[in-house]
């Protein structure tokens, strides 16, 4: 199945690339909370938790509109006693969203024991990280006139860095990095319901390909960055210029380039190759990022191309042209 868009298990495997991340999805390592062997009840659960500022409550919102049962700010103690009764009781929803974050001074305490314990019951918990660059939280403080939650009456940024800290351990056993830098409410929201209200299983690979543009910045989320600076620009063919890579003539102009050809060969069979590795590994999400210089003409062609050869696929492809709007 592809979905176009424009911009399991608290034990699997740690990324390589930065963790200051991500368009934004990131699989974990290994952590220290480990789960038996039992079968997974109905009930599948997100935790949304990350730094103050980062966008829980907008994400909240997203899951709320795609069916979700959202409760804000729940105590970490009454988790175990909520599930139960999501399990027990039939009219209780089966798919459930809630955030927690370092508002409750008891979370940083208990929330190892108490998803361990949820993970030994047979509930399937995942934890969302989210997470931004410190400029961009200092900002978005600034935007709203809050104050820091750690820090109410000194300085924000501060109050960031004792945050970050306190949250380090929780960020290493998350099953997903989430950092919104670069998304605005409305591409955020957009990205979490396509995400997932499209998903069959919370455990189901989806594969997010993106384009941008390498003058706005490489995306902090990609786990595969392939730079198709070295094509043939059309940019530079009046008849093209004010077209994108979603329009028919410039795909054209593109694919049919010697280059290109070469290049797909290879990237089409690195893909092959690294997708069923990735997912054989328990890996839900990856991100393959295309970059051009500005993000319009060849990444975003190159995107629209390699997303065919997933149609049909069991994974789930997302599609996002970050720039395509920047260059317009």
Request: glycine share 6%.
């Amino acid at each position: 199945m592809v979905r176009a868009e424009t911009h399991s298990a608290l034990h699997k495997e740690r990324e390589v690339t930065d963790k200051s991340l991500q368009a934004p999805f990131q699989k974990n390592e290994p952590g220290v909370i480990s789960a038996p062997d039992d079968p997974v009840k109905l009930v599948q659960t997100v935790v949304i938790t990350g730094m103050s500022g980062s966008g829980k409550s907008t994400v909240l919102k997203a899951f709320e509109d795609i069916g979700y049962y959202c409760v804000d700010n729940l105590p970490i103690a009454l988790l175990p006693e909520f599930l139960s009764l999501t399990e027990n009781v039939s009219t209780m929803p089966t798919r459930v969203a809630l955030v927690m974050d370092v508002r409750e001074e008891s979370f940083l305490d208990q929330y190892q024991s108490i998803f361990t314990q949820i993970k030994e019951e047979g509930f399937h918990l995942e934890i969302l990280f989210l997470d931004a660059k410190d400029e961009v939280l200092v900002r978005r403080f600034s935007q709203t006139r809050r104050r820091h939650p750690l820090k109410p009456r000194g300085n924000v940024l501060e109050g960031i860095h004792v945050e970050r800290e306190h949250l380090m351990g929780l960020k290493e056993c998350a099953d997903k990095l989430f950092n919104t830098s670069d998304f605005n409410v409305h591409q955020l929201r957009q990205g979490i319901v396509r995400l997932y209200s499209s998903r069959k299983r919370l455990d189901q690979l989806v594969i997010h390909i993106l384009s941008f543009g390498f003058k706005y910045g490489v995306p902090a989320d990609a786990n595969l960055v392939l730079d198709v600076r070295f094509l043939p620009n059309p940019y530079f063919e009046p008849e093209l210029h004010p077209l994108s890579g979603c329009d028919q003539k410039v795909r054209t102009y593109v694919l049919e380039k010697e280059d290109t050809i070469e290049f797909l060969k290879h990237a089409e069979g690195l893909l092959k190759f690294l997708v069923p590795k990735y997912r054989n590994e328990g890996k839900s999400y990856l991100v393959i990022a295309v970059g051009c210089t500005g993000g319009r003409h060849r990444s975003v062609a190159i995107v629209e191309h390699l997303k065919e050869i997933f149609t049909g696929a069991d994974e789930e492809v997302i599609v996002t042209h970050r720039d395509l709007e920047l260059e317009g």
